[in-house]
C-alpha cells in the first residue's frame, strides 16, 4: 500500500534551519510528483511546492522562493524539505503529499508539526 | 484571502443534504483547471474526496459528488453523516500564480 512517511515533529529556534524528510513506498517513486502544504493552527491549507523525483525539478510558491529548498533522493525513495530563516510563522503541521492520476494530492504524509522559538 | 472562495460553515441535520461552493476566477477554475475536494477531520492530514471535478477515488462513499461549471464548482454530501463532521476543502491550480491554490476551507457541522 502506498505510504508518505514523515520525519517527527521539532523544535526550532528563531533563524535557523529545518529539514523535514517524505519516505515514499507502495508505489514506484520517481513516477508521481510530490508537493508540500503546510498548515497553520487552526488555518487553512497552504500550498509549498513541488518536486518531479525523476528530474530533481521544483517549483516553489512566491512566497516561499529563497527560503525553501526542496531534494530528493531515489535510493531511498525520499524527498526533503529544507527551509531557512525560520520565525514564529513558521511554527506550523507540514505535509507532503504524492499526486496522483487526476493531479489531485492521493495520498498524504501523517504531518510533522514544527514549534519554532527564541 | 484565499484564491478559492469557500464559505466559512454550512450544518445539516442528519440525513439531509448539504452543499459547499467553491468560487474562482478565469485563471484557475474558469482557465478551466479541474477541482478537487478534500476531507481533514482535525488532527488528521487531507484525505481527498473528489478528484478532477467528479470522480471519486475509491472508498469514497458515493453519498458524496462534486460539480463545476464555468469559475465554481460545488461539493454536495447527501444523507449527511455524524461523521461527515470535518473541515472541507476545494483546491485547483492557478495560472496566473503558477501555483496550486486552496480554499479557505468550509467546516461541516452534523447538528
Known amino acids: 500500500q502506498v505510504q508518505l512517511v514523515q520525519s517527527g515533529a521539532a523544535v526550532m529556534k528563531t533563524g535557523a534551519s529545518l529539514r523535514v524528510s517524505c519516505k515514499s513506498s507502495?508505489?514506484?517513486?520517481?513516477?508521481?510528483?510530490i508537493h508540500w502544504v503546510r498548515q497553520a493552527p487552526g488555518q487553512g491549507l497552504e500550498w509549498m511546492g513541488w518536486?518531479?523525483?525523476?528530474?530533481?525539478?521544483?517549483h516553489l510558491a512566491g512566497k516561499f522562493q529563497g527560503r525553501v529548498t526542496m531534494t530528493r533522493d531515489t535510493s531511498s525513495s525520499t524527498v526533503y524539505m529544507d527551509l531557512s530563516g525560520l520565525n514564529s510563522d513558521d511554527s506550523v503541521v507540514y505535509y507532503c503529499?504524492?499526486?496522483?492520476?487526476?493531479?489531485?494530492?492521493?495520498?498524504w504524509g501523517q504531518g510533522t508539526l514544527v514549534t519554532v522559538s527564541s | 484571502q484565499s484564491v478559492l472562495t469557500q464559505p466559512p460553515s454550512v450544518s445539516g441535520a442528519p440525513g439531509q443534504r448539504v452543499t459547499i461552493s467553491c468560487t474562482g476566477s478565469?485563471?484557475?477554475?474558469?482557465?478551466?483547471?479541474?477541482v478537487h475536494w478534500y476531507q481533514q477531520v482535525p488532527g488528521t492530514a487531507p484525505k481527498v474526496l473528489i478528484s478532477?471535478?467528479?470522480n471519486r477515488p475509491s472508498g469514497v462513499p458515493d453519498r458524496f459528488s462534486g460539480s463545476k461549471s464555468g469559475t465554481s464548482a460545488s461539493l454536495a454530501i447527501s444523507g449527511l453523516q455524524a461523521e461527515d463532521e470535518a473541515d472541507y476543502y476545494c483546491?485547483?491550480?492557478?495560472?496566473?500564480?503558477?501555483?496550486?491554490?486552496f480554499g479557505g476551507g468550509t467546516k461541516v457541522t452534523v447538528l
Open positions: 478532477g471535478n467528479t
Open positions: 518536486i518531479i523525483p525523476k528530474s530533481g525539478d521544483t
Open positions: 503529499a504524492r499526486q496522483g492520476f487526476w493531479s489531485s494530492f492521493d495520498y
Open positions: 483546491q485547483s491550480y492557478d495560472n496566473s500564480l503558477s501555483a496550486w491554490v
Open positions: 478565469s485563471s484557475n477554475l474558469g482557465a478551466p483547471f479541474d
Open positions: 507502495g508505489y514506484t517513486f520517481i513516477d508521481y510528483s
